[in-house]
């Protein structure tokens, strides 16, 4: 890639070619026109324009002012073309307004070493700061990923502990409405071993009914989404997921179920019946 074609890659800058860039893509067709120092061709989907307007000459960034000398196709696909001293010149003049310069390459951290290297004989000059913008996006990439991803975490734990206070909550409800039944359980002399065995074969039965159809739909729904190509998806559920998840589930509605009931029947049978004849 020419130099000329490097800048025209670079932002804030202008696309420009020199005058014999310009004649090897239109062989013969501008080898009696010279330009001289100052002058300049601009591109003629400019041309109707600069001449109502009676433009005749180009203040560049660089703040150098350029002379149209004349115009040349759209198709080259640049904005002016200048003889190679001009050309040199607006390189090097952005080259020390933006103190930086791009350089392309397949090798990154090969050349940002050599760079390093050949900048020690003048470190009493400048500092160099050599850096590979690829690895800096990807950085970016990787810390607003990293930032949606805790995000997404935060709202999951969030979530989590407010479904499992209104589980456990619903629990104590439903149990704390079942307390006669449970006291008349210990009244007939019912071990407490065996209620809560009752309870929590129970509790699992319940969690059975409700968990495993609503995983195995989630799970369907997000596979036949990621299925559709238009929509660009990606959301695997993958079965070790969804394994886990069934059985966290059962581990937490077990736990939090047998909470309340281990209350109730750590009280004796007799406490429990006389808080059933104060109710009546």
């Known amino acids: 890639m020419s130099q000329n074609k490097a800048l025209g890659l670079t932002m804030n800058s202008y696309r420009i070619a020199s005058l014999e860039e310009l004649r090897t893509e239109y062989p013969g067709k501008y080898d009696d026109i010279s330009l001289k120092n100052g002058e300049v061709l601009v591109n003629d989907s400019e041309e109707i324009d600069y001449k109502r307007r009676e433009i005749k000459s180009i203040t560049m960034k660089n703040e150098r002012s350029y002379q149209i000398a004349g115009y040349f196709p759209e198709a080259l696909n640049v904005d002016y073309v200048l003889n190679d001293a001009d050309c040199l010149q607006i390189r090097n003049d952005y080259i020390l307004s933006s103190k930086s310069y791009n350089l392309y390459t397949e090798q990154t951290e090969q050349a940002i070493k050599d760079l390093k290297k050949y900048a020690k004989e003048y470190a009493d000059i400048f500092i160099l700061q050599a850096v590979s913008h690829q ?51 210990r009244l007939i002399g019912i071990s407490s071993r065996s209620i809560i065995h009752a309870y929590l074969l129970e509790m699992i039965l319940i969690t059975s009914y409700t968990v495993l159809p609503a995983v195995l739909i989630t799970s369907g729904i997000l596979h036949f989404i990621s299925s559709v190509p238009s929509l660009e998806l990606n959301l695997s559920f993958p079965w070790w997921a969804a394994i886990l998840l069934i059985a966290v589930l059962y581990l937490l509605n077990v736990l939090i179920s047998i909470l309340p009931v281990c209350n109730i029947l750590s009280k004796p049978p007799a406490k429990l019946a006389a808080k059933k004849l104060e109710r009546i």
């Open 135 to 185: 690895q800096e996006q990807l950085n970016e990439f990787e810390e607003a990923r990293r930032e949606s991803v805790n995000s997404r975490n935060l709202i999951a734990i969030a979530a989590a502990f407010l479904a499992l206070f209104a589980i456990y909550f619903t629990i104590k409800s439903n149990v704390a409405s079942r307390m006669e039944e449970l006291t008349v359980y």
